[in-house]
């Protein structure tokens, strides 16, 4: 399983550096259609995106990405409420790991 993460130039660059092959830069044009992809790829275990492209979707996709195990999403950034990773972490293994 690998890690993906989908968003703007300024989004993707860090992962990028920090070696992440599977890098998605996505203007808000393709960025439905790319999530649909990444979301349907068998090689990928985690989803990472910003905050505030999550919130760009439609809403079905939306609820689509929050109730998925695999792939897991993570959003990062953002002014709004952002998934919680333990939360995530929670809902993938069935267990609070923090317990």
């Given at each position: 399983m690998e890690l993906a993460v989908i968003g703007d130039s300024e989004f993707v660059t860090g992962f990028?550096?920090?070696?992440?092959?599977?890098?998605?830069?996505?203007?808000?044009?393709?960025?439905?259609?790319?999530?649909?992809?990444?979301?349907?790829?068998?090689?990928?275990?985690?989803?990472?995106?910003?905050?505030?492209?999550?919130?760009?979707?439609?809403?079905?996709?939306?609820?689509?990405?929050?109730e998925s195990v695999e792939p897991t999403i993570v959003t990062l950034g953002g002014t709004g409420e952002s998934s919680n990773l333990r939360d995530k972490i929670k809902q993938s293994v069935g267990v609070?790991?923090?317990k």
């Open positions: 990028r550096l920090a070696g992440v092959k599977k890098i998605f830069e996505v203007s808000d044009d393709e960025l439905e259609s790319t999530v649909n992809g990444a979301f349907n790829d068998s090689d990928i275990g985690i989803i990472v995106m910003h905050d505030d492209d999550i919130n760009k979707l439609p809403e079905i996709l939306r609820d689509t990405l929050n609070d790991l923090w």
